[in-house]
C-alpha cells in the first residue's frame, strides 16, 4: 500500500459565530494529485490555512502529521521548512521585481550576506525551464500575463524543494490554452515525486488530472473517493456523482426548464445593436469589436460565446455606456427607437443593465454591507430629498436576501466576507433591484461553486419569464447550451454567427469561435452582403 505523506485528523476550527471545519479527515499519498472540492464555505481554504500555517497550531483542533512526524505549524516558514508550499487563488508576486527576485524572494541565494546574482540567474532559468516558461529571469513580472505568473509561482515553490504542493483555484483566471498548460504541468510533478492538493471548482479538471478526491459540505469531509481505477487511466467517478456529494442532493434539474414567457411583449424585439466598432483605448490602432450586430427580445436569453480575446467583454462594456475602448461608430436601439448610451447614466436611464465578470473590482464594495451594496444601482429611487431611506433600503435588502437565498446572518453583513457564490448574488441583486428591461451578464457563474450555479441559472430563467431580455456572456460552452435559447459565437471582435438551441452543438460552436474567414453578420446573425 503506499504510504500517505500527509494525515489531518480530526480538524476542527471556528471563527466568531461560525464553526469552518468540524472534524474533517483526508490524508495524501506520496506522488498523487489529490483534489479537494465543496461548494464555496464547506472549508477548503480554510483546510488548506490550517495546513500550510496560516492559521497557527493552537488556533485549531486536530492532529496533522506530515511524513509520519506529528506538525505544529506556527506559520508558513514552519511549513515550508517541511517541504509544503501553498499557492493562493490571488498571487503573492510583486509586480515591479523580476522574475528571478520575486522566485528568491525571502530565500535569497546568498554568501556572508551578500546575494549571489550569478547563482540566482542560473537557478532561475533551472526552474523556469522546470515548468516549461519561457522567459528571461530579468523579465518584470508586470509584463508577464496570469498565466505566466501562476507558473512562476510555481517554479518559486520548486526553489523552496517543496514535497506537497497545494493550489487553490489555480485556473479561475486563465484562459483554455494556459489551464492545460498548467494542469500538464501539474502531471509532470506528479510523475517527479511532488505531491499535489489541488482545490477546484471545475470538475473537468479534477476528473483530468486528480488520482483521488476528497468532498468537504458544510465544515465536514463527506467522502474520499478514487477518481480513477489505474495510474493513467480514464476517470471512473461522474460529475453527476461529485455534485450529489458537494450539495447533499440530487441535480436532476441542474438547468432549470424553461419557463416561456407570455406577456404582452413576448417576441417583441428589445434591444438591437447595429454596426457597434470599437478600438482598443491605448492602442487606438486596434480594433477590438469590429462591426457586431445582434438583436435580443423579450424573455428571451442571448448566449454569446467566444474565445479569450474575442471580444465579449469588451463588446458589453462599451454598449453599457461606453465603459471600455474608444468608440468609432454603431447604433443602440430599444424597442425599435435609437438611444444614447454615451454614459453608464444614460444606459441604466434607458433599463439597461451590466452585471461585471469582476465581482470584486468593479461590481462590488465589498467593505460595505449587503443592504447596501444592493441599493447602490438604485439609489435616487432609494432617496428622499437627497437622503438615502435607511429603513426602505433594509426591507428592500431583506427581501433579496430571501429571494435570492443570500447567505447570510443579516442584510449588515460585509459582503466581502461572503463567499463568491453569495456575492454573486448580490451584485444581482443590485441590478434586478434597479428595474431593466435589459440585463448583460458577464460570466455570471464564473468562481462559484455547483450549486450556487443552479440556483443562479433558475434566476436567471425567472428574469426571463418575467419578460426581461438577458444577454449571457458565457466561457462555458455547456452552460450556455443549458441556459439560452439562442447563442451568438464571436472571434477576433467580430460576430460570426447566430444559433438556436437546438441546433447547437460545443462541436458547431467552437468552429464559429475559431473561424477567421467570416464577415460581418447581421442582427440575426446573416451575413450582410453588399446587396443587403
Not at 436576501?401 to 456575492?423: C, D, Y
Request: with cysteine; proline share 3%.
Amino acid at each position: 500500500m503506499t504510504q500517505h505523506v500527509l494525515e489531518m485528523r480530526g480538524i476542527t476550527k471556528s471563527f466568531p459565530g461560525v464553526r469552518a471545519l468540524d472534524g474533517v479527515d483526508i490524508s495524501v499519498r506520496a506522488g498523487e494529485v489529490h483534489a479537494v472540492c465543496g461548494e464555496n464555505g464547506a472549508g477548503k481554504s480554510t483546510l488548506m490555512k490550517v495546513l500550510s500555517g496560516v492559521h497557527p497550531h493552537g488556533s485549531y483542533g486536530g492532529e496533522i502529521r506530515f511524513e509520519g512526524e506529528l506538525c505544529a505549524f506556527r506559520d508558513i516558514r514552519a511549513s515550508e521548512r517541511h517541504g509544503i508550499v501553498i499557492i493562493h487563488q490571488e498571487l503573492a508576486l510583486v509586480p515591479q521585481l523580476s522574475i528571478a527576485e520575486n522566485i528568491f524572494l525571502g530565500n535569497e541565494r546568498a554568501a556572508r550576506g551578500v546575494i549571489s546574482w550569478s547563482s540566482t540567474l542560473v537557478e532561475t532559468e533551472r526552474l523556469l525551464r522546470r515548468v516549461g516558461l519561457d522567459e528571461r529571469p530579468g523579465t518584470r513580472i508586470a509584463e508577464l500575463g496570469v498565466g505566466k505568473q501562476q507558473l512562476v509561482e510555481i517554479a518559486k515553490a520548486l526553489a523552496k524543494r517543496v514535497k506537497l504542493l497545494i493550489l487553490d483555484e489555480p485556473t479561475a483566471a486563465l484562459n483554455d490554452e494556459d489551464s492545460r498548460k498548467l494542469l500538464g504541468l501539474i502531471g509532470e510533478l506528479r510523475d517527479q515525486g511532488i505531491s499535489c492538493i489541488l482545490i477546484s471548482h471545475k470538475l473537468n479538471e479534477i476528473r483530468q488530472v486528480a488520482d483521488t478526491v476528497t468532498v468537504l459540505r458544510d465544515g465536514r469531509s463527506i467522502e474520499t473517493l478514487a477518481v480513477r481505477g489505474s495510474v493513467g487511466g480514464p476517470a471512473t467517478v461522474s460529475d453527476e456523482q461529485l455534485i450529489t456529494r458537494m450539495v447533499g442532493r440530487e441535480l436532476d434539474q441542474f438547468y432549470p426548464d424553461r419557463t416561456p414567457y407570455t406577456g404582452e411583449r413576448a417576441g417583441q424585439v428589445a434591444l438591437t445593436v447595429r454596426d457597434w466598432t470599437v478600438r482598443h483605448p491605448v492602442d487606438t490602432g486596434r480594433t477590438v469589436v469590429d462591426s457586431v450586430s445582434f438583436e435580443v427580445r423579450h424573455g428571451e436569453i442571448l448566449g454569446i460565446a467566444g474565445l479569450m480575446g474575442a471580444g465579449r467583454t469588451e463588446l458589453a462594456m462599451s454598449v453599457f455606456g461606453r465603459s471600455w475602448g474608444r468608440y468609432v461608430r454603431g447604433s443602440v436601439e430599444l424597442h425599435g427607437r435609437e438611444v444614447s448610451t454615451r454614459t453608464v447614466a444614460e444606459a441604466v436611464g434607458h433599463g439597461i443593465a451590466y452585471v461585471t465578470e469582476d465581482r470584486k473590482t468593479y461590481g462590488l464594495n465589498l467593505i460595505d454591507t449587503i443592504s447596501r451594496n444592493i441599493s447602490l444601482a438604485a439609489l435616487p429611487r432609494m432617496a428622499r430629498h437627497g437622503v438615502v431611506d435607511a429603513h426602505g433600503e433594509r426591507r428592500v435588502a431583506e427581501r433579496y436576501r430571501g429571494s435570492m437565498n443570500i447567505k447570510a446572518p443579516t442584510v449588515f453583513e460585509q459582503v466581502g466576507r461572503l463567499s463568491g457564490g453569495n456575492q454573486q448574488k448580490v451584485v444581482l441583486s443590485q441590478w434586478i433591484n434597479a428595474e431593466p428591461q435589459v440585463l448583460i451578464l458577464d460570466e455570471p457563474t464564473r468562481g462559484i461553486d455547483v450549486g450556487a450555479k443552479a440556483e443562479i441559472y433558475t434566476v436567471i430563467d425567472q428574469l426571463a419569464a418575467q419578460g426581461k431580455a438577458v444577454v449571457v456572456i458565457s466561457s462555458e460552452l455547456s452552460e450556455l447550451l443549458g441556459v439560452c435559447d439562442r447563442i451568438a459565437t464571436m472571434a477576433f471582435g467580430r460576430m460570426t454567427g447566430v444559433l438556436d438551441r437546438a441546433e447547437a452543438t460545443q462541436e458547431g460552436l467552437m468552429r464559429l469561435m475559431t473561424r477567421t474567414d467570416v464577415g460581418a453578420v447581421d442582427a440575426t446573425g446573416r451575413p450582410v452582403t453588399e446587396e443587403s
